[in-house]
């Protein structure tokens, strides 16, 4: 959401107007309809007893056009003569309520909040109820901030769901990673926990909100800043296949599962046009193909470089004109602010233009209960200061931490250490030392901070010593020789190394997959030193090529710890001293350092041989890789069998009737579109998948396992495996589980065409979990 430096500084002018008005800095948190007010209850926006839409249309029908245009911008002022108070559209909450943004202060009587992994790691666990847990903490605690007053505004910009597209990309560790399924997963627990559905959704309907949340950023983003191409004037090129089964599908999941009451469109253009001018995808797609029900907002200039930089619109009325044509309800910038009254003079726009993005912005501001009064008395309004950062939330942070850090390689079952023998470490390296750098961006104040070096020397009760190896993560200078003399006389090493803020971040795409600086020549140095193999913990979101490492005997374990939020450090002193076996994997391919051959531009997820384009993802690409999508060790071993699949071939002939089958005849294929498929031809025709699984060591453990489905034969740009489901089971030494995955062809046994169309194809393909395959044929 940074915004471009121009337009930051217009954008600072504007709030430095809003300081002056009432209410910004008040401790009671801003309403509006107060029942205290005679006049309030003459308004019929105020009534709670209609329906919202009846109260946005009263509310919208009573202002001026030039409050209309006041409204249209993120940070809107307030309007006194009804009772209603400035509110703040801007505010973040991507792993915890957070201070970026505009609406969040915590200079009240909240001062920190719950600081959860940051979403890469989490995505690492696998578990959707966990997700979910988290969304409704982050609620929690965003409604106990309003109802203290440290709120302009409940709307949250998260969560970030493009797919991780491009292991350079500075942002991919906002992201659940690079699979379709797990990033929609993902989108649907963490909305649904933050504004107050249930796990399964369906309570919420239309009505209230605990708090928003917004899908971001709509679609095919994923570039920020790549040897001077930036997001601001990126034009992304994806074919129709593309969209239809990797871009798209976590939005619609989002919207339709989640019912997210938010909806952010991107910076970049797609295929052409500013993802903000595109009515297609904001009207046609979002509201009218997947019901989209609430506002949608820019990212934050998106409108006004539309004109600058994209130069698609002729004049600044005209960029104004093309996203409140194409369905664009507020603005984060000044754009609509300045432009809109000369948009409308000039013709260019009509004001049922501006009505239609202010139904849209009150009646969400309505469903958080902002129009019903004091909100003391809301559903709500008890959610007070003590029910921040509470023993509960802290420590579901340091489970998300826990289940999520990956267990990469553990040679002779170096570990877990004993604790019992107390033995002498050297911890060493610049991210041991550091609590900041375990938050990740988009952070909040977290509740606790305390470094791995800290818990680590508890653990041995004093008997550790830390060593910084390098002076900054840049590694630019490195004092190897001292580090090597510190491991020297230490039982154990342990090295926490890998990247931050300054290696990858918003508006900072990597260039390299390697270590920064002398990072890799000081582990090498320090491992062939060392009494016995060293311990490599890493943090960074995004891969990196360590097949140094993975192949170094002197290495004998590496952790990868995502960015793991306030509790990382000690979830990593229980792993790496056996208080918790982990279970987390990849949710994103390692590649080698090779894979920056291929320009980050480059949007095609399907490979291209005739090029030597080696495709990206799991999915598609097919290149030699560091680690695959779904590794993760555990302290336990877990083998798997298909006990029961009752259905080993689906007739899908028999779904409906009117269905055509269509033939390809140089494909030789045939193939049935799901949308001729009726709902309850494809509900009747799902069928159940019993994985068992065991765990053959002797610690208990957590173990998400992944079944996949495997083409049997691979044509017309399907992927070579996809995801179809996840479960994370926790299992005793020695004990087994059968676990029913419920499967339906029409989400999982479908594929898009190239016309971006999912069609279900004939024949056979295998269900796969692990080293297990179930062949099973789909009959047309
Ligand atoms: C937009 O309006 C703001 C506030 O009045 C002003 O500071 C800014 O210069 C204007 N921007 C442009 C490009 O006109
Ligand atoms: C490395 O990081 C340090 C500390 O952040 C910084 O002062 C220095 O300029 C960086 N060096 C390079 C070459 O970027
Ligand atoms: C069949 O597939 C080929 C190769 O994908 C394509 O060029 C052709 O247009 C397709 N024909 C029909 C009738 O869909």
Avoid at 104 to 126: E, M, R
Avoid at 163 to 169: A, E, M, S, V
Wanted: hydrophobic share 35%; proline share 6%.
């Amino acid at each position: 959401m940074k915004f471009h430096k121009s337009i930051l500084r217009a954008f600072t002018n504007l709030l430095c107007l809003a300081l002056f008005l009432p209410l910004t800095q008040s401790s009671k948190p801003p309403f509006s309809c107060d029942k205290s007010n005679p006049q309030s209850n003459s308004f019929s926006f105020c009534n709670t007893i209609l329906p919202i839409p009846v109260r946005a249309r009263d509310l919208v029908s009573r202002l001026t056009i030039d409050e209309k245009i006041s409204q249209l911008i993120s940070t809107a002022p307030a309007i006194p003569r009804l009772g209603i108070p400035a509110y703040q559209w801007w505010s973040e909450a991507l792993h915890g309520v957070s201070y970026s943004g505009r609406g969040i202060s915590f200079d009240g009587d909240i001062t920190k909040a719950t600081s959860f992994p940051q979403v890469i790691l989490t995505a690492a666990s696998f578990d959707d109820h966990l997700w979910y847990r988290i969304g409704q903490v982050i609620g929690k605690e965003a409604r106990a901030v309003y109802n203290e007053g440290q709120a302009k505004g409940m709307t949250f910009w998260a969560p970030n769901i493009n797919i991780f597209r491009d292991p350079r990309w500075g942002r991919g560790q906002e992201t659940p990673g690079e699979d379709p399924l797990v990033t929609g997963k993902y989108a649907i627990s963490y909305v649904r926990g933050v504004q107050g559905d249930s796990f399964q959704g369906g309570i919420l309907k239309h009505g209230e909100l605990q708090a928003s949340a917004c899908c971001k950023h709509f679609t095919a983003y994923d570039l920020d800043n790549w040897k001077g191409i930036t997001r601001f004037g990126f034009d992304a090129r994806v074919t129709k296949q593309d969209l239809a089964d990797t871009f798209q599908p976590p939005f619609k999941s989002c919207i339709k599962e989640g019912k997210a009451s938010g909806l952010m469109c991107a910076f970049n253009r797609v295929n052409g046009v500013p993802a903000c001018a595109d009515r297609n995808l904001l009207t046609q797609i979002a509201r009218k193909e997947w019901g989209f029900r609430g506002y949608i907002t820019s990212d934050c200039g998106a409108v006004s470089i539309i004109y600058e930089k994209h130069k698609y619109a002729g004049t600044p009325e005209d960029a104004v004109a093309d996203v409140l044509k194409a369905g664009m309800d507020v603005d984060c910038g000044y754009y609509l602010f300045n432009y809109t009254k000369s948009a409308l003079l000039k013709k260019k726009i009509s004001e049922s233009n501006i009505d239609r993005a202010l139904h849209n912005l009150f009646s969400t501001r309505m469903r958080l209960g902002l129009f019903n009064g004091d909100p003391s008395k809301l559903p709500y309004g008890k959610i007070g200061p003590d029910q921040v950062c509470t023993k509960e939330h802290q420590e579901l942070a340091l489970e998300a931490a826990r289940n999520g850090i990956v267990l990469l390689k553990n040679s002779d079952r170096l570990l877990p250490l004993s604790k019992k023998t107390l033995p002498s470490l050297a911890v060493i390296g610049p991210n041991a030392n550091n609590a900041y750098v375990m938050l990740g961006n988009y952070e909040g104040p977290p509740c606790i901070s305390i470094e791995v070096f800290k818990v680590l020397q508890g653990y041995v009760q004093q008997n550790a010593v830390y060593h910084q190896g390098c002076d900054a993560v840049n590694c630019t200078s490195a004092d190897i020789n001292d580090a090597v003399n510190t491991a020297k006389n230490a039982d154990y090493v342990v090295l926490v190394m890998g990247l931050d803020r300054s290696q990858e971040g918003e508006d900072l795409d990597r260039e390299v997959l390697t270590l920064p600086g002398q990072q890799e020549s000081l582990i090498t140095a320090v491992a062939n030193a060392a009494k016995k193999p060293v311990i490599l913990v890493l943090f960074c979101g995004g891969p990196v090529d360590i097949t140094f490492a993975k192949l170094d005997p002197k290495i004998g374990s590496i952790l990868w710890a995502g960015y793991p939020g306030e509790a990382g450090g000690i979830a990593l002193a229980e792993i790496i001293f056996g208080d918790h076996n982990p279970g987390g994997r990849l949710p994103i391919t390692w590649y080698p350092k090779e894979f920056v051959n291929i320009p980050m531009t480059d949007m095609r997820m399907r490979p291209d041989p005739s090029s030597g384009y080696p495709g990206r993802t799991y999915r598609f690409y097919n290149g030699e890789k560091v680690f695959e999508f779904g590794y993760g060790l555990s302290y336990s071993t877990y083998s798997y069998n298909f006990i029961d699949v009752p259905q080993k071939t689906i007739y899908l002939n028999q779904l409906s009737a009117t269905s055509q089958a269509t033939s390809n005849s140089s494909n030789a294929v045939r193939y049935l579109s799901v949308s001729e498929l009726s709902k309850e031809s494809c509900e009747k025709a799902k069928f159940s998948a019993i994985v068992g699984v065991e765990n053959l060591g002797d610690l208990a453990g957590r173990h998400p396992v992944l079944l996949f489905v495997r083409q049997a034969k691979l044509r017309n740009g399907n992927p070579m495996k996809q995801l179809v489901g996840f479960q994370s089971v926790s299992l005793n030494a020695g004990a087994k589980a059968g676990i029913e995955f419920k499967l339906s062809p029409c989400e999982h046994l479908n594929s898009a065409n190239e016309d971006g169309l999912m069609v279900i194809e004939e024949g056979f393909r295998y269900l796969v979990v692990g080293d297990k395959e179930y062949p099973i044929n789909v009959v047309i």
